[in-house]
């Protein structure tokens, strides 16, 4: 046997600690027995069956690539050490080793699903990794961080604890910052039969807030009827869907969906993030037994193609420094966006440079699919496993860019860590930045 | 010997044949019932136009950006899968026995040829087991069950091949060749060489989620 060339960080994480000291090898038996019984279906069965341990879809991982070709890090070699083993056993695995398999589940898989693209037979790995998170989460191993996130959605259905007050609070103050710059400007709370219900992640309201002021700028300039609830339901993100509890994201994207239905909006369209548009697009919606969203969800990539094709924003200036393009997984291996996005980076910026490789290929930002939620313990456990990203930004980078465009929230944060740990000096920005930036305004 | 080689190209072809055909049959309608029963969304996202799309990709060699990766891999797996479905299908010897048996033939390849094809598929078994033993990335993922596979493929080939040159003993060749070729086809639904029944349909199943949903390419 090939011995992995790599010791794995072993991060002190009090909620995997916690969880594996209430296990017991009966108890994890009974789990898994019953996941794969209830839960799992032809899908796995044939996936694992069909696999022949060919390992060529290791070179589609950005842990694989970055950890200098480490087997322990390939996707194949990651549903070895976790489903392969927990299905030879039956499920009989002693808590200690549950906590090796937790640890690899949920913070060296991004869920990028780049290996289905690489895999000849098509076997969606993330889905593998997901019902080991199914587990993991069943049996109460999850790491403390990402956790706290799901419980805040079971609590408040929003990411962020926000109080429902603090929400409207929130609103109404970046209204009346925004009104400084444009007098007329609203935004126009619990408007019902607006076109538009414009919905966020739980971090914009709690820490980012002007992201919000720029949206009501486009908003108005483009002179959309547009609404934001001013009830739960308001938050589009999602992390029970990264720690494995289903339950509580059918709950979160039931409230989302009916309050834009309470709204009698024609669309939804959302911020510039990456999960909340796989949760609301293609696994939430799911299920809840929609094949597609009950209402369209417009990604702010292709609003913001809209309104350009359209003409409704004007832009004054084109942005003059070079910029880069960060595919992110789940708009673009998950929705497809890319090109919209390159249009509409073209359309606001003089000078754009592509990075390699791009679109359906890019490499992922490592934060994505929970794994930057599972807090600061695992932080190392990101950047290093990223070095293959920071490679492709600093060729990007080599070619002119200066500024890197990532329409994901979550990819701007990991971006954020990789661009410092590996001194890129890139500038980060989200196109709506740029959007807010370079549009005629009214006077 | 002789009783062995009655037994094996008599009753245990029937067998062969049966449990390769039904058991194949039986794992697709298992896997289908298995779907219809806990996952029956999967129907509702199939595409025919999407499940071709990305099956003709990866029927293609070098059609995906994986296999531009390794040129090697592509050109050996591509002439290794034609060649080994290809080669028992048209060599003479087996069209005749066909033809002596039911009095039903096809066209058949030269000979020459198709001693060359089978020389193909022993080399690209020879290739996997290198693979397997050399590179890291494919040898954590082994386990015995993958050599024992790559034998049962390769045993049929070797075999076939001395007893087509009659090299050595020739009638423990051919008999070796039959049975091995029947361990083959035995064990092809009830190891992972059922891929040989499941993988167009990961694949259409994959294409029309990458198609349908993802507005992606899958390749």
Redesign the interface.
């Known amino acids: 046997?090939?011995e992995?060339a790599t010791q794995k960080t072993q991060a002190l994480d009090e909620g995997i600690e916690k969880g594996v000291a209430q296990l017991t090898p009966d108890r994890i038996a009974a789990v898994v027995n019953r996941v794969l019984k209830t839960e799992?279906?032809?899908?796995l069965?044939?996936?694992v069956?069909?696999?022949?341990?060919?390992?060529?879809c290791?070179?589609?991982c950005h842990y694989?690539l970055s950890h200098d070709?480490?087997?322990?890090y390939?996707p194949?070699?990651k549903v070895?050490t976790t489903l392969w083993e927990i299905l030879k056993h039956k499920g009989s695995i002693d808590p200690k080793a549950m906590k090796k398999i937790a640890l690899t589940a949920y913070t060296e898989c991004n869920l990028c699903k780049r290996c289905?693209?690489?895999c000849?037979?098509?076997?969606?790995i993330a889905y593998l990794m997901l019902v080991v998170r199914r587990i993991c989460h069943l049996l109460g191993v999850t790491p403390q961080y990402i956790q706290d996130t799901a419980h805040s959605h079971a609590a408040t259905f929003n990411q962020m604890w926000v109080k429902d007050d603090e929400w409207i609070d929130t609103l109404q103050w970046q209204e009346e910052e925004a009104q400084a710059e444009i007098p007329t400007l609203r935004i126009p709370l619990e408007k019902e039969g607006a076109d538009i219900m414009y919905s966020v992640i739980g971090p914009e309201p709690k820490f980012q807030a002007q992201l919000i002021y720029q949206a009501a700028v486009i908003m108005n300039t483009a002179g959309v009827n547009w609404t934001m609830p001013a009830t739960p339901g308001w938050d589009n993100s999602d992390m029970a869907m990264f720690t494995g509890d289903n339950e509580i994201m059918g709950r979160l994207k039931r409230a989302h969906f009916e309050t834009a239905a309470r709204l009698r909006v024609k669309k939804i369209v959302m911020g510039e993030c990456g999960h909340a548009f796989r949760s609301v697009y293609?696994v939430g919606n799911?299920w809840l037994g929609w094949?597609?969203p009950p209402i369209p969800i417009i990604h702010a990539i292709e609003f913001y193609y809209d309104l350009l094709k359209e003409k409704r924003v004007r832009i004054n200036k084109k942005f003059s420094e070079a910029v880069t393009l960060h595919d992110p997984c789940n708009v673009?291996?998950?929705?497809?966006?890319?090109d919209k996005a390159r249009y509409v980076t073209s359309a606001l910026c003089d000078h754009f440079v592509e990075m390699h490789p791009n679109?359906?290929?890019n490499y992922c930002c490592c934060a994505g699919g929970g794994v930057i939620n599972c807090g600061p313990p695992y932080k190392k456990v990101r950047v290093d496993g990223n070095r293959i990203k920071a490679e492709q930004l600093f060729a990007a980078k080599s070619r002119g860019a200066t500024i890197l465009l990532a329409p994901c929230h979550n990819c701007h944060s990991g971006l954020e860590d990789i661009n410092h740990h590996y001194g890129l000096g890139f500038k980060i920005k989200f196109i709506g930045d740029i959007l807010y930036e370079v549009m005629e305004k009214p006077e | 010997m002789r009783d062995l080689y009655h037994f094996v190209s008599g009753p245990l072809v029937w067998v062969a044949f049966a449990v390769f055909f039904f058991g194949c049959l039986y794992r697709l309608i298992r896997m289908l019932a298995l779907v219809n029963q806990k996952e029956k969304f999967i129907f509702s996202y199939m595409s025919l136009k999407y499940s071709l799309r990305s099956i003709l990709h990866w029927s293609v060699p070098f059609a995906t950006e994986n296999m531009r990766r390794h040129p090697v891999m592509t050109l050996v797996t591509f002439a290794f899968h034609f060649c080994l479905i290809v080669t028992p299908l048209f060599l003479l010897a087996h069209v005749i026995l066909w033809d002596e048996a039911w009095h039903f033939s096809w066209g058949h390849l030269p000979e020459g040829l198709t001693d060359m094809m089978t020389l193909v598929v022993i080399f690209g078994c020879l290739f996997f087991l290198v693979r397997r033993l050399k590179l890291p990335e494919v040898q954590f993922v082994t386990s015995t069950s993958d050599y024992i596979i790559l034998g049962i493929v390769a045993a049929p080939f070797i075999t076939g091949f001395l007893a087509y040159h009659q090299w050595f003993n020739y009638p423990f060749f051919m008999t070796l060749h039959i049975l091995s070729g029947e361990i083959m086809l035995i064990t092809i639904p009830f190891t992972r060489l059922v891929h040989m029944v499941f993988a167009p349909f990961t694949r259409a199943y994959m294409g029309s989620e990458f198609g349908g949903v993802r507005h992606a390419r899958d390749w």
């Open positions: 046997m090939v992995a799992t279906g032809a899908r069965k044939t996936y069956e069909t696999c022949i341990h060919c390992g060529l290791s070179e589609a694989y070709n480490d087997p322990l390939s194949v070699g070895k289905a693209m690489y000849p037979f098509g076997i969606d293609d799911r094949k597609m673009s291996r998950g929705g497809g966006l890319h679109r359906e290929h």
